[in-house]
């Protein structure tokens, strides 16, 4: 059985329920939110599929800038989430200022810290100042490095921090070299797997929209890196899933 740890139901078009019942090998998954509506409906999900779908609440980088109008409300319902974020950096599209996304993110961090939950995040492009930013503020397992894409070299510095990578998709690429290169480098116990439903789907379904069904092949990919059985990295993932976001 595996956790999809990071898997976007309320962003998604098609039938969650639907999603599911194709993913009968996902014992539960992850429903991150990226602002007040969509982590509205990610608990909303919860409610339909209880134990099976986990939410969180958080305010991802390229809205930071609505981290004044939208902080308050994220924040009260990261008092009933499994997770706060996903929040983070991204400067790669720049979509906020990078002033406002450094101030969202230490708020969510903070947050995180104070209610003892753990923390998603985006990491795109900012790996010195996610670095940073985490040193300063927040460290440990429950600090989950979402589709985590960073090479040997930033691997083995955030793996100083104690955190948690989560992987994806990219490591299952014709391009994913670098990332598996990272991988490499990193203990199984201290990884995760997700789709980010419905982005990223690797391969042979690059073209099609991403589904928690198709967890199992980032895990074989991990599972190649590593030279281990699947069945191994399943339960390695899903024991690292259950010690971060609680059984």
Known sequence: MWVDTHCHLQLDDRDPAELLDRAPDVSWLIAPGVDVASSAAGEKLSLAHPGRVRWSAGLHPHDADQWSQQGDAIAEMATRAAAVGECGLDFYRNLSPRDAQL?????????????????????????????????AILGGPQVVLHCWTGGPKWSRRFLDLGVTFSFAGPVAFETGDTVRRGAAVIPPERVMVETDTPYLSPPPFRSEPNEPA???????????VWELPINEVA?????????????
């Open 214 to 224: 198709r967890v199992s092949l980032v895990g074989a990919s991990l599972a190649e």
């Open 103 to 135: 101030v969202a993110f230490h708020e969510q961090l903070e947050l995180a810290s104070s209610l003892g939950k753990p923390i998603i995040v985006h990491c795109r492009d900012a790996f010195a100042d996610v670095f940073a930013s985490l040193d």
């Open 235 to 247: 339960r390695l993932s899903t024991a690292r899933a259950t010690e971060v976001f609680g059984s």
